[in-house]
């Protein structure tokens, strides 16, 4: 072990933590496929809250890019499995990113419910101009999808931040 992995009294290394960063990044990939059965059909788009969550608790936990880099895996597998669209591809991303985005400067568990922000004004926005006249959505207007987008993102990051909370609160996560 060389000097800078004991400076602080700890034994991990760099590689240790980019190994931690890619199983949480691929554990929430998977819980967000375990969960996308509990989604709700709303005009072309599936409302599934849950994802939500996971984007909230992953932008804190492993920082905006791999947390989009897991929302993109999990809708990668959702529409390969048949359980999503392709309305996940700008839906989830962008969420995850605000939220790590926003607590890289907050440094708040607050910063969960920040993913609102990225999934309907980013998500909903790209999802309208790119996916819905490549498919011949008709309900794929921006309102209608930014109101599905909110339906999904809204209560799923007030779910993740109380996740968040909780977590914090039974020791799982540092202060």
Not at 106 to 115: G, H, N, S, T, V
Not at 122 to 133: M, V, Y
Request: glycine share 12%; net charge positive.
């Amino acid at each position: 072990m060389d000097e800078r992995n004991t400076r602080n009294g700890s034994s991990r290394s760099p590689s240790r933590n980019a190994t931690r960063t890619l199983v949480l990044a691929a554990l929430f990939a998977a819980i967000g496929v375990l969960l996308s059965s509990f989604a709700v059909p709303v005009g072309g788009a599936r409302v599934l809250p849950f994802q939500h969550a996971i984007n909230a608790v992953a932008g804190v936990l492993l920082g905006p890019w791999w947390a989009a880099l897991s929302a993109l895996v999990t809708a990668t597998l959702r529409f390969a499995f048949g359980t999503g669209s392709l309305f996940a591809f700008p839906g989830s991303p962008f969420g995850a990113v605000a939220v790590g985005l926003a607590y890289m400067y907050m440094k708040r568990d607050e910063a969960a419910l920040f993913e609102p922000l990225g999934t309907i004004f980013i998500g909903a926005t790209l999802g309208a101009l790119l996916i819905s006249p490549f498919i011949g959505e008709a309900t794929g207007g921006l309102v209608a999808l930014a109101v599905s987008f909110a339906l999904s993102s809204i209560p799923g990051a007030i779910v993740g931040y109380f996740v968040l909370k909780a977590l914090r609160r039974a020791g799982v996560l540092g202060r």
